[in-house]
């Protein structure tokens, strides 16, 4: 057995799972080092004991590319684009950045002036109108390189139906450009509508010299270490890709960091047993929300990371909202008490860690209410006294009449609104009961608000993993590799012949399958599914549809395409034309399954004492429990605080939780 770490940086802590040559498993969590994430991968490793030499393969989930957007601190990008045409990034989709109001601005991430035009024409069934002006091409990309452009796209209308004009004009490109970030929008992204593939095209080019450098330097840290071996990266579509290769199609890694705590859930539901549960990740800076129906999680191709940035390239499907444990508690100028998105993140941190942090946020609230043992917090600084933090509560609720502890029990109860919201969205907004799922509840302060969120929202069982502050990292040890493929047709599914259908399918899975048996790692079987993407006539949304076969029938596509259109609307249609818009592959390479059971184990006395909790308006005596001690088929009855290491899980008054075989907690709320 090799030693194989996964490791991933979140915006207040790097955590890591490795397991060992025998089998064994270590752990450690140390703070994020933001100024360059590498420090802090390195310090992880170091904290579990071993050494980059040490580790046959490291899987890493990063965040680098997520806050590059998020913060727009991006590389210089120059964009040449089909005449008329080079304004299609910014007037988008008639959509405004708030819905009410003409407020509120967008900056493209291409300005205007290092936007240029060429002469060069498709239609859109990939005829030539107007041939590409080479010589414009090379006389433009030498104008964006005189301004000092770092990274360039090439971006042609319809060039998803004949790409001939964006191969030719990347050709004349890189024999120009002095380094390899070029990205030509069909090579990414072969689908139409213009705006959606500019733009993905526009944040890959974006950030690929940021994530380039990261990794490079990531690399060559570990090498001076010793480390020569496999680095393999997730992506968000929760498989992985080998480092050599990330950078190419660097917006792939966008959702990185929360896809990999999406497929942990999956492989630990898939062993518990547990086919449908809502994924709740709530950490230092956010919470990520997404669905796993059926044992598999959803996946769309239309993520939109900020206004006027959709990324059309398959990911986990994952809604973000601004609560996290270091989210800033504050009042607006109408005198209302919002928490986030703003956030304390790991430099300065909460006021709790001694770090610095001076404004109250939702760990500290958690602190201050028993909810938190101030004696085993992380990466603190100087020891902070609970009187210092209802100081800062107390500030906080004078304006709105409130008592230090009312006011820590709003901002608590406030981040659980925010996120019940997100759960919603990726349930009920989309035909899905929540009744019928589990809350599967993980992250350094997930756990802490399972069970009051559960209770929000209906959900009748919280699931815990044995260790819920470290599975992110644990997704990235689980992680398989995987590549998806997607092509445009965009026409009435009456029109296209069965053996094109056969045809596009079979190409994009030869595609992916080299791409996937390329990675490197060690893959034990390969698995192919297959989604078209259709809609009725004159529809604007998409529905995605699973193929059950490589070589599907008309007859069976349009059946399949009106039984999901049916289930998410309850409407019929007949009279309608389907269209068949875009057809994906998508090939995984599962690599050796990792027993859950290894996590698990511990001992020593379960039981630490009582102490305060306050739960459901009042203070309650609540029984302490040490978590890792607890044996299979243990049960603990609510109210009561059950810590470990990497976080802590809150039972509240009524709820009960049972251990079982795996060292999951299973709560009935």
């Known amino acids: 057995m090799r030693r194989v770490a996964g490791i991933d940086v979140g915006g207040t802590f790097t955590d ?14 140390v703070p994020t080092t933001a100024a360059n994430q590498a420090g802090g991968v390195l310090a992880g490793i170091a904290a579990a004991g071993t050494t980059p030499a040490a580790l046959d393969l490291i899987v890493h989930g990063t965040t680098a590319t997520t806050n590059a957007v998020l913060e727009r601190k991006l590389a210089k990008v120059g964009l040449v684009t089909t005449a008329g045409f080079r304004d299609v990034l910014e007037l988008g989709r008639r959509t405004r950045p708030r819905a009410y109001g003409m407020t509120g601005s967008f900056e493209p991430l291409v300005p205007r002036e290092w936007r240029r035009e060429v002469a060069e024409r498709m239609d859109a069934r990939g005829a030539v109108v107007t041939p590409l002006d080479e010589a414009a091409v090379e006389r433009e990309v ?8 770092e990274a360039l796209v090439i971006h042609f209308l319809h060039a998803y139906a004949n790409p001939a004009h964006e191969v030719r004009a990347g050709e004349i490109a890189r024999a120009i450009w002095p380094n390899g970030y070029v990205t030509l929008g069909h090579a990414l992204l072969s689908e139409f509508r213009e705006y959606e593939r500019g733009t993905t095209a526009s944040v890959n080019a974006a950030v690929q010299p940021v994530l380039d450098r990261y990794i490079r330097h990531l690399q060559d840290r570990l090498a001076e270490a010793g480390h020569a071996r496999d680095l393999l990266v997730m992506n968000g579509n929760g498989g992985t890709v080998p480092a050599r290769a990330v950078a190419a199609e660097a917006a792939k890694t966008v959702m990185s960091g929360p896809a990999s705590g999406v497929m942990a859930a999956a492989a630990t539901l898939a062993q518990s047993g547990v086919v449908n549960a809502i994924t709740c990740d709530m950490g230092g800076t956010s919470t990520d929300v997404a669905l796993i129906a059926g044992g598999v999680p959803e996946v769309s191709a239309e993520l939109s990371i900020a206004y006027g940035l959709p990324i059309h390239l398959p990911m986990v499907d994952v809604r973000t909202v601004g609560a996290g444990g270091g989210s800033i508690a504050w009042i607006d100028r109408g005198g209302m008490l919002r928490v986030g998105p703003e956030s304390a993140g790991s430099s300065p941190g909460p006021i709790c860690y001694g770090r610095g942090g001076m404004r109250p946020t939702v760990t500290d609230a958690n602190l201050l209410l028993g909810r938190l043992d101030p004696d085993a917090l992380l990466a603190t600084g100087r020891r902070v006294g609970v009187d210092e933090v209802r100081d800062a509560f107390a500030q906080l609720g004078a304006p709105l009449g409130m008592a230090a502890e009312q006011a820590a029990s709003a901002v608590i109860h406030l981040a659980n609104v925010l996120m019940a919201g997100a759960i919603r969205m990726v349930s009920l907004s989309r035909g899905h009961d929540p009744r019928d799922f589990s809350l599967f509840a993980f ?10 969120l559960a209770r929000e929202i209906g959900i009748p069982q919280v699931l815990v993993p044995y260790r819920p502050g470290l599975t992110n990292a644990l997704g990235c040890l689980v992680a398989d590799l995987r590549q998806d493929v997607v092509n445009t047709l965009n026409r ?31 893959v034990e079987r390969i698995e192919t599914r297959h989604v078209a993407e259709m809609q009725f006539r004159g529809q604007t949304h998409l529905i995605r549809v699973p193929l059950a076969s490589a070589t599907p029938s008309r007859a069976e596509v349009q059946a399949a395409f009106e039984a999901a259109y049916f289930a998410r ?26 027993d859950l059971r290894a996590l698990s184990g511990g001992g020593g006395e379960p039981r630490l004492g009582m102490r305060r909790l306050h739960a459901d308006g009042t203070w309650h005596d609540a029984a302490v429990w040490q978590r890792e001690a607890l044996a299979e088929g243990a049960r603990v009855e609510g109210p009561a605080i059950l810590q470990q290491v990497d976080a802590t899980i809150i039972l509240e008054p009524g709820s009960a939780a049972v251990v079982d075989a795996l060292g999951n907690l299973r709560i009935t709320a």
């Open 16 to 29: 890591l799972v490795m397991q060992d040559a025998d089998g064994s498993i270590r752990i450690a969590k």
């Open 142 to 149: 030498r104008a964006l390189l005189a301004e000092g452009c």
């Open 443 to 452: 992250g350094g302060a997930g756990p802490l608000h399972a069970v009051a």
């Open 492 to 522: 009435g599914l009456d029109d296209i012949a069965e053996s094109e259908l056969a045809a596009v399918l079979a190409a994009q899975t030869d595609r992916a399958t080299a791409a996937v048996r390329a990675g490197g790692a060690e």
């Open 569 to 594: 609307f309850e409407v019929r249609l007949p009279e309608i034309r389907a269209v068949l818009v875009n057809l994906a592959t998508s090939v995984v390479g599962r690599r050796p399954a990792f």
